[in-house]
């Protein structure tokens, strides 16, 4: 895998004629990140017209359900065609095996543990989680 196969382009904008746009300056470009915004507002239809344009797409929903809507879920999207897919850790282990077993073989799987948003106040006081930010991401890693 060459290097500029291993670039994932993160398409932070809104739209689909922003899509556009980046990837018309980007024509090296094959592999693109698709996060909750561009997703929502777009529709998963985007997915097909990435795919398309022969690129492989990372999207970026961090799911985090119940095992069997989580499965659900990672199943839908990885059918579409969807290379990469996350999910949050703290949804447990057997929703990340369910999940794991819903997606095809050509569909990679990552775990976010933490957000970069979340410091250590927020951790402790607003999520009731103790420990340090860096052992509780530790913790959802194993």
Same mark, same amino acid.
């Given at each position: 895998?060459?290097? &500029? /196969?291993? =670039?994932?382009?993160?398409?932070?904008?809104?739209? $689909? /004629?922003?899509?556009?746009?980046?990837?018309? $300056?980007?024509?090296?470009?094959? @592999? &693109?990140? &698709?996060?909750?915004? +561009? @997703?929502?507002?777009? !529709?998963?239809?985007?997915?097909?017209?990435?795919?398309?344009?022969?690129?492989? =797409? @990372? +999207?970026?929903?961090?799911?985090?359900?119940?095992?069997?809507?989580?499965?659900?879920?990672?199943?839908?999207?990885?059918?579409?065609?969807?290379?990469?897919?996350?999910?949050?850790?703290?949804?447990? +282990?057997?929703?990340?095996?369910?999940?794991?077993?819903? &997606? !095809?073989?050509?569909?990679?799987? =990552? !775990?976010?543990?933490?957000?970069?948003?979340?410091?250590?106040?927020?951790?402790?006081?607003?999520?009731?989680?103790?420990?340090?930010? /860096?052992?509780?991401?530790?913790?959802?890693?194993?």
């Amino acid at each position: 895998m060459s290097l &500029v /196969e291993r =670039i994932i382009v993160a398409l932070d904008v809104g739209s $689909r /004629e922003e899509v556009e746009e980046a990837l018309t $300056r980007l024509p090296q470009v094959r @592999f &693109v990140k &698709v996060g909750m915004e +561009l @997703f929502y507002s777009a !529709g998963p239809e985007l997915i097909h017209v990435l795919k398309d344009r022969g690129l492989k =797409i @990372f +999207l970026d929903l961090k799911v985090h359900d119940i095992p069997n809507t989580a499965a659900g879920a990672m199943r839908s999207l990885s059918r579409a065609g969807c290379d990469l897919l996350n999910l949050h850790c703290a949804g447990g +282990l057997e929703m990340m095996q369910r999940a794991r077993e819903a &997606v !095809g073989e050509d569909t990679k799987l =990552i !775990g976010v543990t933490q957000l970069t948003s979340t410091n250590q106040s927020m951790l402790n006081s607003e999520l009731g989680i103790p420990g340090t930010v /860096e052992a509780s991401v530790l913790t959802y890693a194993q």
